[in-house]
């Protein structure tokens, strides 16, 4: 069962990333040079193995009760800001995330940058490529190394965020567009949601106590973080329409 | 400088009072451990109380609707952003 819950919220919480890093890629591959900016996703790509390497098995060598309870703090402070940000979106007090301005930005950005060539290589369109893929990337990678050592599967939560760099990847290429048809709300809400639900799991496995049902208990918790939500909203925009 | 930045927006985010509210929860939690009270029951009603108090700060100081029209006359002069959005949310 947390097998499941395990690939799905490494899926979600990568997809998301991922939206965001190839919608930078697309605005300088469109607006520059898509060899740069595809040297600069590469590079990224090998330094972020790299940083992987060197932590993945450090995290191995400490006790689970003690990293479960790091990962479960900090999944909880991590989920609870897509939580809150995504509330306030969908009870109309913040404005939601778009994309097609996000990409429109990147390109006037890229637009009005000069031209500065470095070893051949359109240096803006390398850089920029570059840290948006590897800070992006940096987050994918913490989601997989602390999911899947909390869990004792890193290969599961791989293969969840492998799934979500295939899917963003097919879409990208499909549509070489920014990727607004995803319902990027509905999409942070959920992954809100399962960091949070995660987080209060393991943080009270973590401080030495237990649930009733043991890992039965895990779905438990995703329903009440997902009903407190949705209450949280309706509370909030029948404030908002009553102070209107 | 930008490290401590980027982890600091990554991991804290907007509100730095629902770390501290978190922290506060998870050291109760553990309390009611080590007195051999079970704590499974405190931490989401805790988490759920952290949250409610933060949107509720955010939509006490912050109008950032789409739609203008929707702020009481009151409050459209104080109208301010959120600002940009964070890293990873």
Not at chain 1, 82 to 108: F, M, N, T
Not at chain 1, 148 to 167: D, R
Not at chain 1, 208 to 223: E, F, K, R, S, T
């Amino acid at each position: 069962m947390s097998a499941v819950f395990l690939v799905l919220s490494a899926f979600l919480a990568s997809a998301v990333e991922m939206v965001e890093a190839l919608t930078i890629v697309l605005a300088v591959g469109v607006t520059r040079d898509w060899r740069s900016a595809l040297i600069g996703v590469g590079a990224a790509t090998l330094a972020l193995g790299a940083v992987v390497a060197a932590l993945g098995p450090a995290l191995t060598l400490v006790p689970i009760d003690a990293l479960r309870l790091v990962v479960g703090a900090l999944l909880l402070v991590f989920g609870l800001q897509w939580l809150r940000k995504a509330i306030l979106r969908a009870s109309g007090y913040k404005a939601l995330h778009d994309e097609d301005e996000a990409y429109a930005r990147e390109l006037a950005e890229a637009r009005a940058a000069g031209r500065e060539e470095r070893a051949g290589l359109d240096w803006y369109a390398f850089t920029l490529s570059f840290k948006g893929v590897f800070l992006e990337g940096l987050e994918v990678a913490f989601i997989v190394l602390t999911f899947g050592s909390a869990q004792g599967s890193i290969p599961l939560a791989a293969a969840g965020a492998g799934g979500a760099l295939v899917l963003v990847g097919a879409v990208g290429v499909a549509v070489r567009a920014p990727l607004s048809r995803v319902p990027e709300n509905t999409l942070k809400f959920a992954v809100g949601i399962m960091l949070t639900s995660f987080g209060i799991f393991w943080t009270i496995e973590g401080v030495g106590g237990h649930w009733p049902g043991d890992d039965a208990a895990l779905p438990v918790v995703i329903v009440f973080v997902a009903a407190t939500s949705a209450l949280f909203v309706s509370l909030l925009r029948r404030r908002k329409l009553a102070l209107a | 400088m930008r490290f401590f930045r980027f982890w600091w927006d990554f991991i804290v985010g907007d509100d730095w009072r629902v770390a501290a509210g978190i922290a506060i929860a998870i050291g109760i939690a553990a309390a009611l451990v080590a007195a051999g009270v079970p704590a499974w029951w405190f931490l989401p009603l805790a988490v759920a109380a952290v949250l409610y108090a933060s949107l509720w700060r955010e939509t006490q100081r912050s109008w950032d609707v789409p739609d203008a029209s929707l702020r009481p006359p009151g409050r459209r002069a104080q109208c301010r952003s959120t600002g940009p959005e964070g890293t990873g949310s």
